[in-house]
């Protein structure tokens, strides 16, 4: 498990997350977090804080085998990185490759995450 030390915030930063994110292991994920940071799935209510979001994403997990995000375009700015890609999700169910596009926006204070939204359709992904 790699600590992110004040890396800063630029494209590499966020492709970086995204490859963190990939490994599926919430212990690293929620390192990158303020304490009271938020992730935000489409038009679900936000999970706040970091034991929060560490369960949810455990949760999650725990429905796939795998998962790759294909960066598409990704722009960073000041203190926000958005991002437009093909994620693949592999089913733990029945083992089907389920691929969907996704945008998500990262709004850091310093260099921890503030919150984190994605939009995406996950409808495909619970068939």
């Known amino acids: 498990m790699t600590t992110p030390t004040n890396p800063p915030i630029n494209e590499q930063w966020g492709y970086d997350f995204?490859?963190?994110?990939d490994r599926m292991d919430?212990?690293?994920y929620v390192i990158y977090f303020q304490p009271d940071g938020r992730v935000i799935f489409s038009n679900d209510p936000p999970i706040v804080g970091t034991e929060a979001i560490r369960q949810a994403?455990?949760?999650f997990y725990a429905t796939i085998d795998s998962m790759?995000?294909?960066i598409v375009h990704l722009w960073a700015e000041s203190n926000t990185v958005i991002s437009r890609a093909e994620a693949q999700y592999v089913r733990k169910a029945d083992g089907k490759a389920v691929n969907l596009?996704?945008?998500t926006i990262i709004d850091l204070v310093g260099d921890k995450v503030q919150q984190v939204q994605f939009?995406?359709?996950m409808t495909p992904l619970k068939q």
């Open 26 to 28: 919430p212990d690293e």
């Open 57 to 59: 994403m455990q949760q």
């Open 68 to 70: 790759h995000h294909e």
């Open 18 to 21: 995204f490859r963190m994110v």
């Open 101 to 103: 596009p996704a945008v």
């Open 119 to 121: 939009y995406m359709d």
